[in-house]
């Protein structure tokens, strides 16, 4: 069908763009269309065209799923040549994909954060180790790259008892490195222009890739070298999955490598940019970091290496709504895809037929007019109890929605509480560059350029 008379019969707006602006902060620039033509419109580049939907009406509608379900977009597409027919990119209807989450859930279920508690606090201590050289020496510090350190850290010793060390590094890890090329090259190819010559893109991209499944089989190996079950980490329940005579419940090798990869990538990179757009927010909120303060003060008073339970996040009510605040101005997985599992008249007038893909435009979603009157504004008080029952809960999609919701939900609010109460207690943070937000994009968000100074703090403070 073409584009305008298309246009014209189902009412949605079709906006063109240039493939230059789509590289470099396309779901920026897809928020301000929204902002333009509405909350349905179709972005066309070149012959390709992405409906997005960013209204909480038609996101509720996206939601049921009996007629939506996750779709794969051409961008998740792309990430299936590194992650293949892992957890987040396989499609629904994959015998792995069932199989999977059947073998991993036990290890997300609430209490199983217990176990991972240990090795989170572990990780929070090296980051505490590390500014406190920045008090001691007076250097400022990037932050996403810190909280990256951190996440990375984290995925690896909890759910593969692999150490990444990252804290005894200056640069990023080599892992960090070529998983943002490979998610920048997934994002770009989409744009990619007709008689352009892109096989060096290709060739790098290959390089990273196979660099990337390098370390996966190094995880997996000291694994098996150590002799050790894993018991219930990730990767033990995955390749118990294979021994316990399951049969076919077991998971194939080559499924377990494509899991390690997603979940190293998916457990850190988003977590690492709520961190950051947290701590961006708190610097800029005296009123609401006293708060966070007063939460973790009255919780470990002065005591000058807090010895955080498993118990206590539950008692850091306060810290959690300023993450799920940042979470809704930057929800770090920008947009998700939901696919019509029949023909469906989409709010009653856009027609789509059986197989067409929607996006949900997750920042502007949040911006909706159900945030009230001031929708740019942090304020942590949207998420307290009765604030969120008031709300559709459809109103907030960080995390995505229905069966294929992330499935790393309470790891991720877990491990960013913890530390985010943990930093405020033993920190102030100085805004040495008077920093002004500017958010980078390589398929997730993280505010870019964002430094801070440090000084050491006494609950007094
Ligand atoms: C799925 C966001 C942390 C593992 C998703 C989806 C979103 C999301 C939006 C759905 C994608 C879609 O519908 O296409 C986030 C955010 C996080 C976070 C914002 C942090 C603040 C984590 C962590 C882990 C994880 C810590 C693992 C430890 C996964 C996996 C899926 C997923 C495996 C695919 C689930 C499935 O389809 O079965 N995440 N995530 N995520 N996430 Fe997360």
Request: charge should be negative.
């Given at each position: 069908l073409h584009t305008a008379e298309r246009a014209a019969a189902d009412g949605i707006p079709v906006a063109d763009v240039t493939a230059a602006g789509l590289t470099a902060t396309p779901l920026q620039q897809a928020m301000d269309l929204a902002r333009v033509h509405g909350p349905a419109f179709r972005r066309r580049l070149g012959d390709r065209e992405t409906l997005f939907v960013s209204s909480l009406d038609l996101v509720t509608e996206l939601a049921d799923e009996n007629r939506f379900a996750k779709g794969v977009s051409v961008v998740l597409e792309n990430v299936r040549e590194f992650a293949g027919d892992g957890l987040f990119t396989?499609?629904?209807?994959?015998?792995n994909w069932a199989k999977a989450h059947e073998v991993l859930m036990p290890a997300f279920a609430l209490g199983s954060m217990r176990t991972y508690h240990p090795a989170m606090l572990k990780v929070a201590r090296r980051v505490m180790a590390s500014w406190d050289r920045r008090v001691a020496d007076g250097s400022t510090l990037d932050v996403a790259e810190d909280m990256t350190r951190m996440t990375l850290d984290t995925i690896g010793l909890a759910g593969f008892g692999f150490d990444f060390g990252s804290f005894a590094r200056d640069t990023p890890h080599p892992f960090v490195e070529s998983m943002v090329r490979c998610l920048q090259w997934s994002g770009a190819k989409f744009a990619r222009e007709a008689g352009v010559d892109y096989s060096a893109e290709d060739a790098a991209f290959r390089a990273d890739a196979d660099y990337l499944a390098s370390v996966v089989d190094e995880v997996i190996a000291a694994r098996t070298a150590s002799g050790e079950s894993g018991d219930d980490d990730l990767l033990g329940l995955m390749l118990g999955s294979r021994e316990r005579g399951d049969g076919e419940q077991g998971l194939d090798l080559a499924n377990i490598r494509n899991q390690v990869i997603t979940f190293l990538i998916a457990g850190h990179e988003t977590t690492s940019g709520a961190l950051s757009f947290a701590l961006y927010y708190l610097l800029k909120d005296p009123a609401a970091l006293r708060l966070v303060q007063r939460e973790a003060d009255e919780l470990w008073g002065d005591a000058p290496e807090p010895d955080p339970s498993f118990e206590d996040i539950a008692r850091l009510p306060y810290t959690r709504q300023v993450l799920n605040e940042a979470l809704r101005l930057w929800?770090?997985?920008a947009a998700f895809t939901r696919q019509a599992q029949e023909d469906i008249l989409l709010g009653g007038r856009h027609p789509l037929k059986k197989g067409d893909l929607v996006t949900v435009l997750t920042p502007m979603l949040h911006r909706d007019p159900a945030w009230g009157d001031n929708p740019e504004l942090f304020d942590p008080?949207?998420?307290?109890p009765q604030a969120e029952a008031a709300r559709s809960p459809h109103a907030y999609k960080p995390f995505g929605t229905g069966e294929r919701a992330c499935i790393g939900r309470q790891f991720a609010l877990h491990e960013a509480t913890m530390l985010l109460a943990l930093l405020v207690h033993r920190y102030r943070l100085i805004d040495h560059t008077d920093y002004r937000l500017r958010v980078k994009e390589t398929l997730t968000l993280k505010p870019e350029g964002f430094t801070l100074a440090l000084a050491a703090r006494t609950p007094a403070d």
């Open positions: 396989a499609y629904n209807d994959e015998p929800p770090t997985a008080s949207r998420f307290t």
